[in-house]
């Protein structure tokens, strides 16, 4: 079992350290080390995370600690935003990282869970991803919770050219209840 909480700007330093740490463990094969180092400054840098934190109107995030207090994981989800391909407006879920040391233990299920019901609970109809398209097991986990295909998009890094995979959620009859 995980505890989750909505960050501030008092987590700056815990987002920024789980958050390299989660994107090296999961994607260091896809990026240069320059390539990395320039991806991490401008997601994870704490000019940039404290920004982010200011407009909780416009994002939020959620921190995971483990039953020991450590942090494990996070999410970001980004308000009202239309989903790529369809333009249907809906909550990104633009980020969700657990360490691999945390795998396995269903925190994912968890983090994703707390997300939902935010959403939900906001009133907002979708909830959408996108989501590598060579992350095969990613896309299970997010079709076993629900999600749907709904198409393809390009993304690349400095050393390749991958493609993502965008998935939606409706939220309708949740948002309803």
Sequence with gaps: MI???????????????????????????????????????????????????????????????????????????????????????????????LLKSAAGRGYGKQLLQCVRDEVAQRGEHLLWLDVLKTNVSAQGFYEAFGFRRTGEIPFSTDLADIGMVVMGLQLKQQAQR
Excluded at 16 to 30: A, I, K, P
Aim: charged share 20%.
């Design 3 to 97: 505890t989750l909480r909505k960050a501030t700007t008092a987590d700056i330093d815990t987002l920024r350290e789980v958050g390299c740490q989660t994107y090296r463990e999961h994607f260091s094969t896809l990026w240069s080390p320059a390539g990395m180092h320039g991806f991490l400054e401008q997601d994870f840098s704490s000019s940039a995370l404290r920004q982010s934190l200011e407009l909780p109107g416009k994002h939020a995030w959620f921190t995971a600690f483990d039953e020991q207090g450590n942090a494990v994981g996070f999410a970001k989800v980004n308000w009202s935003v239309p989903a790529p391909l369809t333009g249907e407006v809906g909550a990104e879920l633009q980020k969700i990282y």
